[in-house]
């Protein structure tokens, strides 16, 4: 059995500091992962199985860097004053982490959900990415957003004072100008534009490295838009994995299925 060491680790990027946990095996093999956690809410829910997911990674052989972007978790700064690119330089200084802490020359990228979008990006930016893995990522980033304030707007409903009338409701999300209220997270208008351009299905990835895209579903059939993803890219492969979406609630959810199929995979390579 491979024994696995775990640390707290901190880097700088943009000026700030960031909070991350090294997970490495005790024989390193020269690889890694940067683990890219997923936006706000959801990043909360699905932190548990991230854990798992790099404990697990970390037993097949893999170094693994968990970490915090800027104003997010343990790291630095207030989360209304990032965007996604200041993450996506946050992500790309975790890389250099890694590459400067540890003997792995191979760094590859795994990301959920909005944190698998900024993967992708980085990897068209970092050719040399040893391998990319994509947990459900944000392909429509105008949907996401319409989902985002559509859900909030529930919520502020129906904790309402007043009986949950609609047009207050919209207020308290709204608030002041500028940004919005994403249960609990104030997302500033730019950033809400910059999601909303999000789209990865209209070109072709330029990223050539092994590609896996991870569909979380009841059913047995990988997504039409993520098949759409995989085809953009060179390399790719997607897989239906029967699986509860750990990243929409807090509670005891088996991650078991998703990190099953990443670790086959990763074996592979």
Known sequence: MIAIEERIVEFSSGGALLHGVLHTPDQEQGRALVFCHPFAEEKKCAHRAMVEAA???AAAGWTVLRFDLRGCGDSAGSFSAFDLDDWCEDISNAV???QETTDSERVGLLGLRLGGTLAARVAEQRPETSCLVLWEPVSDGARYVAHNLRRSLIKAVL???EGGKDSEA?????????????AGYWVTDRLQ???KEVD??????QYKGPVLVVNLTSGQQVAESLQRLTGNYQHGQAVAVRQEPFWQRIGIIDPGPAIAATVQWL???
């Open 200 to 205: 990865l299905l209209s070109r072709p990835g």
């Open 159 to 161: 904790t309402s004072r």
């Open 267 to 269: 074996r592979q390579l």
């Open 96 to 98: 250099n982490c890694v």
């Open 55 to 57: 404990r697990a990674c």
């Open 170 to 182: 919209a207020v308290s999300v709204r608030g002041a100008e500028g940004g919005t209220d994403f």
């Open 193 to 195: 534009e910059q999601m």
